[in-house]
């Protein structure tokens, strides 16, 4: 695609990467390092596993695009 405009791309293209790019947070699931990003109702949505043990890309409960609930804790 070529755009015609004096304006420079980072300022084009600023709204569509900060809208379009999930926060991802790493986070340990049963001593399992994962990158997650939040969805509504205390749940995080799995994106990517940052494992080298082969065995973990096989388990369903790490699968990206899968959801976890999380219960909040309150820390006193």
Do not use: H
């Not at 986070?27 to 082969?54: F, G, H, W, Y």
């Amino acid at each position: 695609m070529i755009l015609y405009t004096p304006v420079p791309p980072e300022v084009i293209w600023q709204s569509v990467n900060e809208e379009t790019q999930p926060r991802l947070e790493e986070v340990v699931i049963d001593q399992i390092q994962v990158q997650v990003s939040r969805t509504k109702n205390n749940e995080i949505m799995i994106e990517r596993i940052l494992s080298t043990d082969p065995q973990v890309y096989l388990d369903k409960r790490f699968q990206p695009g899968m959801s976890v609930f999380v219960e909040p804790v309150i820390k006193k």
